[in-house]
């Protein structure tokens, strides 16, 4: 009667078994050993239970958040995103509204965490064809309450027209937290969270290009 392999025993056998992962393992503690890279990188480690002193808080609503914020910059014909900022979670808006721009706008659309932004010391006001730049901020709510019934009812309408081309940023998040599940920042410092945006940003990129290409 034949003996069946217990579990152990085929745990050492698969153990044994040299696969791709394990040669280039090899081969990469060979070129630099485990022990020595750990004493190049550890200097650079936070120390343990330390809080990241990159990151900050800021209150939304009535909740209050830790940590980073991204800051795209969208093409409203394409809807890819061309800009990436990264920034602690206390930056306002309306402080990186300049680094989000080509200088080849003729339009900037935003939501109302942008109001103001075109009255800054750094607002870039023409394009470099020198053509004026138009700078079309949705409103807060409580701004439009305070017009008269007709006044509400033309600016519903041109906040809506506002927000129809301005969605084409929300729909690069919805890309990013919903299909590549990022929501939260895993890593500390924000040279990290630079890198870590660029590249979600840049896979939401390629998703959206290939939606035509997918609808077809």
Not at 39 to 48: A, M, N, T
Not at 97 to 104: H, M, P, W
Not at 118 to 145: L, M
Request: aromatic content about 8%.
């Amino acid at each position: 009667m034949d003996k069946q392999m217990t579990i152990s025993a085929f745990s050492d056998e698969l153990a044994q078994v040299r696969t791709k992962k394990k040669e280039f393992l090899t081969q990469i503690e060979r070129i630099v050993p485990w022990k020595e890279w750990l004493c190049l990188i550890q200097p650079c480690y936070y120390k343990e239970k330390k809080r990241d002193p990159d990151a900050h808080q800021v209150k939304k609503g009535n909740t209050w958040h830790f940590g980073y914020k991204a800051h795209i910059g969208v093409d409203r014909d394409s809807g890819l995103v061309h800009t990436v900022e990264a920034t602690a979670a206390n930056v306002h808006d309306a402080t990186e509204t300049s680094k989000l721009l080509t200088g080849d706008e003729d339009e900037v659309y935003g939501d109302s965490g942008y109001l103001g932004a075109e009255k800054r010391g750094d607002a870039i006001i023409r394009n470099k064809a020198g053509r004026k730049i138009k700078y079309r901020i949705n409103r807060r709510p409580s701004q439009v309450k305070k017009l008269s019934k007709s006044g509400q009812y033309a600016a519903k309408k041109a906040e809506h027209a506002k927000s129809s081309v301005r969605a084409k940023v929300e729909h690069v998040f919805g890309v990013v937290k919903k299909q590549l599940r990022f929501r939260k920042t895993r890593y500390r410092g924000l040279e990290k969270q630079r890198a870590k945006f660029n590249i979600m940003f840049a896979l939401a990129n390629l998703i959206l290009a290939d939606r035509s290409c997918l609808a077809a």
